[in-house]
């Protein structure tokens, strides 16, 4: 099943890679990644992706792992 | 998260370097002693750790550092910080680093980079130690800006020790901490705005959880070590006391409850006890207080706990829910969370029965081995009795890992919390000795017995040098079966006594070998020595090492053979 997952996150160069990391990790394709500086507060970026996961549970799992990172301000399932 | 210190005693207007600057700020964190080994990249840290007089602990090896921080954090409860140099010495560390995330271990190493110009281009020993240590630490980062240095190890320091704990690396490039600074005094702030740690647990799920012990007829709490790192192992006695709970440890977890409590089934998992496994298989309720539901401990998941409701406290909310369908998640420190839940649980369902079934069990089948006097061969599992008669239950133990570590498990009986010191997740070999070496300098005054493999010790047995030099009153007991025992009994379980490379035609001599480190040597080849063997070891002021020549062929039982659920031990 297709899930969107959207994260706000610091803006470093690294933030991308850990949650890239973790994607690999899972075994999971991203079907589309787009990352953005946030205009409306400094230093924090959104980034949004759209990834196939086989059950719910699964991206429940993902979500908190991503959450764990530390430069993830917050993240969801928009789905 | 923003959190705010006023620095004291420190210069107030003077020039130094980044290396200073990092020194100093390692000082704030109250750190007493630095494990490293220096190299190129950190001759700045080096220098400045010369100028200020640090305790500087010089390991043989950067893996032995490492693990000489994980052991004296797990005794202290203090973080443990490891300085490397850039390239090698920052990949000979990641072995530990992994251990340290996987145990939750606070951590915080600082290694050396490259200078920033030749940062990308393949520069004399430029590794991506970011890129290499991020799956591998709860946090890493590289220093770009001088500037940045006091609020990153700060910031550091915070995340590795608060939460659920674990390593934080800082990598410094040489460019930084060689370079000028005017030094002022000034507060640092953290600005951590995605890192969060987890307060008092929500009252609701508070008040599900005990009634849901109330209402309990067959309760079993799992303990992990989520209890010693959250200081509750009090808290966690009057509890399953209050509320007549009997308690299954996890590895890690032995410490945090007594052995000889009338309410102790033992260890769970794959060479647990049959008491322990048959409660996890037979409760209507499991309390799983910090434990992570490794697979070493469920075995079979399909299997574990199928009567059971699932409550699960832990403050990592990653961890609820990961292994094991959760009825009831509490997300909190484990001493906080006790708290509440002794402030709300009322008087609970009689549960006599099932503790007197839970006794039976125990008593009908302990842990026991061959023990025949007159056999020649030594049974490894008596030479840790002994060990534990003469030792006590004050002694702090290390282990490695493989055969003698389940069997020291199993048959240590520890009473008190933080002195079982043990590579639970990662399973690293070359781990037991070095963290000796960390818990003695934690604990100078006590008794640090080291227990390995003849297998193991020759991954990291050039710390024998550290012993010396600093005169470690360590006891380094090998149970030399001359085999990778763990490795050679699943040969023989499983691969139908193909001992493949698990039985090494070559050991050196471990005695001879510690008297060229310095070190007093031991033998121990017949049943007569041990007494006295181990007794004057203990009484020794000196380190010693023993080479203990046991069985060969013995293996760790009872066992759970992989794939079967707790209830299909065999060996019981
Ligand atoms: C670094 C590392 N390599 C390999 C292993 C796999 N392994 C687990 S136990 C074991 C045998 C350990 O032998 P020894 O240290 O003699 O202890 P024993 O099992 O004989 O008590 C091996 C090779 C491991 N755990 N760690
Ligand atoms: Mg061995």
């Known amino acids: 099943m297709k899930r969107t997952i959207i994260a706000i996150v610091s803006s470093n160069p690294s933030v991308l890679g850990r949650i890239a990391t973790l994607m690999s990790r899972w075994n999971l394709d991203i079907d589309c990644l787009t990352m953005q500086k946030l205009g409306t507060k400094e230093g924090t970026s959104d980034i949004s992706m759209l990834i196939n996961v086989e059950e719910a549970h699964q991206t429940e799992q993902l979500v908190k792992q991503i959450d764990k990172l530390v430069d993830v301000i917050s993240v969801a399932d928009m789905t | ?572």
């Open chain 2, 1 to 572: 998260m923003t959190l705010t210190t006023k620095t004291e005693d420190e210069p107030k207007f003077t020039w130094g370097t980044g290396a200073d600057v990092l020194v100093q700020s390692i000082l704030r964190e109250g750190t007493e002693v630095i494990f490293g080994y220096p190299g190129g990249a950190v001759l700045p840290i080096y220098d400045a750790l010369y100028r200020k007089k640090v305790r500087h602990v010089l390991a043989r090896h950067e893996q032995g550092a490492i693990h000489a921080a994980e052991g004296y954090s797990r005794v202290s409860g203090k973080p443990g910080v490891v300085i490397a140099t850039s390239g090698p010495g920052a990949t000979n560390i990641v072995t530990g680093l992994m251990d340290a995330c996987i145990d939750s271990l606070p951590i915080v190493v600082f290694t050396g980079q490259v200078a920033r110009p030749v940062i990308n281009t393949d520069a004399f020993q430029e590794a991506d130690v970011i890129g290499i240590t991020a799956p591998a630490t709860k946090h890493n980062f590289q220093v770009r800006d001088l500037r940045d240095l006091s609020r990153i190890v700060k910031e550091a320091f915070y995340i590795a020790t608060s939460g659920r704990p674990g390593p934080v690396l800082v990598d410094l490039p040489k460019d930084v901490s060689a370079e000028q600074i005017e030094w002022r005094s000034e507060k640092v702030e953290i600005h951590l705005p995605g890192y969060h740690v987890p307060g008092p647990a929500n009252e609701k799920q508070i008040h599900r959880l005990a009634g849901a012990i109330e209402r309990a007829r067959r309760p079993v709490l799992l303990a992990g070590a989520g209890v010693l790192h959250a200081k509750a192992c009090d808290r966690l006695r009057l509890f399953a006391q209050n509320h007549q709970l009997p308690v299954v440890n996890t590895l890690l977890g032995l410490g945090s409850f007594p052995t000889s409590h009338p309410l102790f089934l033992g260890m769970g998992g794959m060479h647990g006890t049959y008491a322990a496994n048959m409660a996890l298989s037979e409760c209507d309720l499991l309390i799983n207080i910090g434990s992570r539901f490794d697979d070493r401990l469920t075995c079979n998941l399909s299997k574990f706990a199928t009567e059971a409701e699932i409550a699960h406290v832990d403050i990592d909310p990653a961890e609820i829910g990961k292994n094991v369908p959760t009825k009831y998640p509490v997300m909190g420190d484990a001493g906080v969370v006790l708290e509440q839940l002794e402030r709300t649980t009322g008087s609970c369902k009689e549960r006599q029965e099932w503790l007197r079934h839970l006794h039976t069990y125990a008593q009908q089948h302990p842990l026991h081995y061959e023990n025949r006097p007159e056999d020649s061969t030594i049974p490894p599992q008596y030479v840790i009795e002994r060990i534990r008669h003469y030792a006590g239950s004050d002694a702090i133990v290390t282990t490695d890992v493989g055969q003698h570590q389940m069997w020291t498990a199993q048959h240590y009986q520890f009473e008190h919390p933080y002195h079982w010191v043990s590579s639970g997740g990662l399973g690293t070999m070359g781990f037991g000795f070095p963290a000796a070496i960390g818990a003695q300098i934690a604990e100078p005054e006590k008794t640090v017995v080291a227990i390995v493999g003849d297998g193991g010790f020759q991954m990291t047995l050039e710390e024998l040098a550290v012993v010396t030099e600093l005169h470690l009153p360590i006891k380094i007991i090998i149970l030399n079966n001359n085999a990778l025992g763990m490795v050679r009994q699943w040969q023989e379980a499983f691969y139908e006594k193909r001992y493949a490379h698990s039985i090494p035609s070559f050991q050196p001599d471990f005695v001879r070998l510690a008297e060229s480190y310095g070190v007093t040597g031991w033998r121990i080849t017949e049943r007569d020595q041990i007494d006295s063997v181990l007794e004057s070891a203990v009484k020794n002021p000196d380190p010693v090492l023993i080479d203990c020549r046991v069985k060969q062929m013995e293996n760790v039982f009872p066992m759970v053979a992989p794939g079967k659920g707790l209830k299909e031990m065999i060996g019981v």
